[in-house]
C-alpha cells in the first residue's frame, strides 16, 4: 500500500511536525484510570515488570513504568517523549520489513493505550516522508482494538481526520469494531446500537460487527440480524462461511432447517439461501441438489445462482444437469443447462433429446437443439428434425 496517497493527502510537513510536537508535549488521553496508575506496573516498589491484560487494558506487577506505559492520563516529559519518537523512528528505518514489522509489534504491545495516538502522529510523519507505513497503520488498530476498543473508538469520533484518505478511516474502525465483536460482542453491539449514525439509518458498521461476531457466536449474530432487519448478502455469506467452517456442511444445512419460517423474516430466509447456495457453486452436483430442496423458496425462479450452477453442472455432467434442470421445472435451468451441452457437443446434446423427447421440458430442449443448429448449419437443423420420431415435436420444429 503506497501510504501517502491512501491515508493522506499531500500536506507540508510543517503541519504534520505541529500536530505531532502538541501530540507528544501535550499527552493524549483516552483512557478511564487517573495518572497515578501505571500500566506497566501494579504497586510501587513490588520490583517486578508489569504486564498489559490485552482484553480490558489492566495490569499487573510494579516498579517504575518505563516511557510509553504509563498509567492512562499520564502525560510523557518531554525527554520521554522524544525517546519514545525516535525509538519509533529507528523502527521505520528497517529496510527489512518483516524486522520492522516484528520490532514495531513488540513496541505496540509494550506501549500503554493511552500512548498510541502519539503511534498514530508517527505513522502519519513517516507516511509525509513518502514510505509505507500500511501494515504499522494495521497493526496498530488491531492492537488497539484487542485492548481497550470503547477508548480506540472514543478516539477515533473525536480526532481530526482532516487531510486523511477515508480507507485509512475506515480501515481503524473496521479492524477496532471486528476485534471487539469477537471478544465482546455484547458491548459491541451495544456500542453499534447507541451510535447516532446507526441511529439515523447508517449501516456501514453492520458488516463488521457481524464479521467479528461470527467468529465466535454466527447464531447470534444472525438472531441478531433476524430482529433489525439490517442484513445484506454481506452479512448472510459471512455466518454461512462461519458456520460450514465450524460445523461442516451438514450442520449448515441442520442449521437452516431449523428456522422458523414463523419466526425468521422471508428476506432473511432468502439472503441465507442463496448465501448457502452461492457457497456451494465450487461443487455444482451440491449445488445443484440445494436448489432442487429449495425450490419452493421466492428466490429460486430467475435466480442467477439456478443459471450458474446449470451452467457448471453440464461442463462437467450435461446429461445429469439437463436431467436435474427438467425435475426442477424451472425455465432458466433447462435453457443452461442445454445451451452449455450444445456449446460442447451439439451431435450429443441432440441425439439425446431425440431419445427423450417425453422428458420434462422436451419441447424446450428440442427447440434450444434446433436454434442452435440452425445458427451453424440450417440444412443440418432441419435433417434433425426430421429424424425425431415424435410427431407433435417434430412438427414443432419444422415450423420453427
Known amino acids: 500500500m503506497k501510504t501517502p496517497s491512501k491515508f493522506f493527502s499531500v500536506r507540508s510537513l510543517g503541519f504534520g511536525a505541529v500536530a505531532l510536537g502538541l501530540s507528544f508535549f501535550c499527552g493524549l488521553s483516552l483512557g478511564r484510570r487517573t495518572g497515578a496508575e501505571e500500566i506497566a506496573g501494579g504497586e510501587s516498589g513490588s520490583g517486578r515488570p508489569g504486564m498489559v491484560d490485552r482484553k480490558n487494558g489492566r495490569t499487573g506487577g510494579g516498579g517504575d513504568a518505563p516511557a510509553g506505559r504509563r498509567g492512562k492520563g499520564a502525560t510523557l516529559s518531554v525527554k520521554e517523549s522524544k525517546d519514545f519518537a525516535q525509538s519509533v523512528r529507528s523502527i521505520f528505518r528497517e529496510n527489512v520489513k518483516a524486522r520492522r514489522i516484528a520490532q514495531f509489534?513488540?513496541?505496540?504491545?509494550?506501549?500503554?493505550?493511552?500512548?498510541?495516538?502519539?503511534?498514530?502522529?508517527?505513522?502519519?510523519?513517516?507516511?509525509?516522508?513518502?514510505?509505507?507505513?500500511?501494515?504499522?497503520?494495521s497493526r496498530l488498530?488491531?492492537?488497539?482494538?484487542?485492548?481497550?476498543?470503547?477508548?480506540?473508538?472514543?478516539?477515533?469520533?473525536?480526532?481530526?481526520?482532516?487531510?486523511?484518505?477515508?480507507?485509512?478511516?475506515?480501515?481503524?474502525?473496521?479492524?477496532?469494531?471486528?476485534n471487539w465483536a469477537q471478544a465482546d460482542p455484547e458491548n459491541a453491539r451495544r456500542f453499534v446500537e447507541a451510535d447516532a449514525d446507526f441511529v439515523n439509518g447508517d449501516r456501514s458498521m453492520v458488516y463488521t460487527l457481524v464479521d467479528g461476531w461470527a467468529n465466535v457466536a454466527p447464531e447470534a449474530a444472525a438472531e441478531w440480524l433476524f430482529k433489525n432487519g439490517l442484513g445484506m448478502s454481506g452479512e448472510y455469506e459471512r455466518i454461512v462461511d462461519a458456520l460450514n467452517r465450524n460445523r461442516g456442511r451438514e450442520g449448515l444445512d441442520a442449521w437452516f432447517s431449523k428456522l422458523d419460517e414463523a419466526q425468521v423474516p422471508a428476506k432473511d430466509r432468502a439472503g441465507f439461501?442463496?448465501?448457502?447456495?452461492?457457497?456451494?457453486?465450487?461443487?455444482?452436483e451440491k449445488a445443484a441438489e440445494w436448489v432442487e430442496a429449495n425450490l419452493n423458496e421466492p428466490w429460486v425462479e430467475g435466480s442467477e445462482i439456478v443459471r450458474n450452477t446449470a451452467r457448471a453442472f453440464a461442463q462437467r455432467d450435461p446429461k445429469g444437469a439437463v436431467e436435474w434442470a427438467g425435475r426442477t421445472g424451472l425455465e432458466q435451468a433447462t435453457i443452461a443447462a442445454v445451451a452449455t451441452w450444445c456449446e460442447q457437443d451439439v451431435s450429443a446434446a441432440g441425439q439425446w433429446v431425440k431419445e427423450n423427447a417425453n422428458s420434462p421440458r422436451s419441447h424446450l430442449s428440442a427447440s434450444l437443439v434446433m436454434s442452435y443448429l440452425r445458427h451453424t448449419d440450417p440444412a443440418a437443423a432441419r435433417q434433425w428434425a426430421e429424424s425425431i420420431s415424435d410427431p407433435a415435436l417434430r412438427e414443432s420444429l419444422l415450423d420453427f
Request: proline content about 4%; glycine content about 6%; charged content about 30%.
Open 141 to 178: 488498530w488491531n492492537s488497539w482494538g484487542e485492548r481497550d476498543p470503547q477508548a480506540a473508538m472514543d478516539f477515533f469520533k473525536t480526532y481530526d481526520w482532516t487531510g486523511w484518505n477515508d480507507a485509512a478511516q475506515a480501515e481503524a474502525r473496521t479492524r477496532v469494531l471486528t
Open 273 to 284: 439461501s442463496q448465501a448457502i447456495a452461492r457457497k456451494l457453486e465450487s461443487s455444482p
Open 105 to 137: 509489534e513488540k513496541l505496540v504491545e509494550r506501549t500503554g493505550v493511552e500512548h498510541l495516538p502519539e503511534l498514530i502522529a508517527l505513522i502519519r510523519e513517516n507516511d509525509l516522508r513518502g514510505n509505507d507505513s500500511g501494515d504499522e497503520w
